[in-house]
């Protein structure tokens, strides 16, 4: 089945810096690549997601980037705010249809 | 208000008592799924269901065992907890199209003693 690791598992950032989280993946035939966010103590909530016939999607300050050659994808938070505290996850679909959970990056925005 | 609901949201039990963690929602989705998340090991797939009477192991299916009855309802048993089951425990759904978003329950903490 699919494997997705998340590196690296803790990120500091001073306010109004960039943080980027990068994961790579093991099924080629994966096609479909989300991002959760988990503020402390709730329930995990898709931020941003990005498909296999895409390289580069925006949403405001979240970008997520994918290169299929490499088998890896990685979060972009630009201007990060206190708000952007979270523990973010990457997940990959596979060719078994089953969503796989990287292990989650703690991201701390120092004021 | 489309959402899933797991209930309890918090439950301490002893080793051995059988216990059913319930899962519930209204967005008519195919796919559900139950996940456990512990310190340092992320999620963790436990089980999902494609559609009615549809069920499948995940990555950690050993000590659970879950039922479809019904397209909207996909509860969690633990027959025999065991401490190594404390964890916190998720509920998702999604339409069951292999790429769209997965919309999570509330989470419901167990403690196994």
């Known amino acids: 089945g699919e494997n997705v690791e998340q590196h690296p598992s803790t990120l500091s950032v001073q306010e109004g810096d960039s943080a980027v989280i990068k994961c790579t993946y093991s099924d080629s035939a994966s096609n479909y690549f989300p991002w959760y966010k988990q503020e402390l103590g709730k329930r995990p909530q898709l931020i941003i997601d990005i498909r296999s016939n895409v390289g580069e999607k925006k949403d405001q300050r979240i970008a997520v980037t994918l290169n299929k050659t490499a088998k890896h994808f990685s979060l972009h938070i630009t201007e990060t705010q206190p708000e952007d505290s979270a523990v973010y996850f990457c997940a990959a679909i596979g060719g078994n249809n089953r969503l796989a959970f990287g292990k989650g990056n703690q991201v701390v925005v120092i004021p | 208000e489309a959402q899933v609901t797991q209930n309890p949201r918090y439950l301490i039990t002893v080793t051995g008592k059988k216990l059913t963690v319930t899962c519930s929602q209204n967005?008519?989705?195919?796919?559900m799924s139950w996940y456990r998340q512990d310190p340092g090991l992320g999620l963790r797939q436990i089980y999902y269901s494609m559609n009615v009477e549809v069920t499948d192991k995940g990555d950690v299916p050993e000590g659970y065992k879950v039922s479809r009855k019904e397209k909207r309802n996909f509860p969690l048993i633990l027959e025999s907890p065991s401490p190594n089951q404390t964890s916190l425990y998720f509920c998702?759904?999604?339409?069951?199209?292999?790429?769209?978003?997965?919309?999570f329950g509330q989470g419901t903490r167990l403690t196994v003693v």
């Open positions: 998702a759904s999604s339409s069951g199209q292999s790429n769209t978003e997965a919309f």
């Open positions: 967005m008519n989705h195919e796919y």
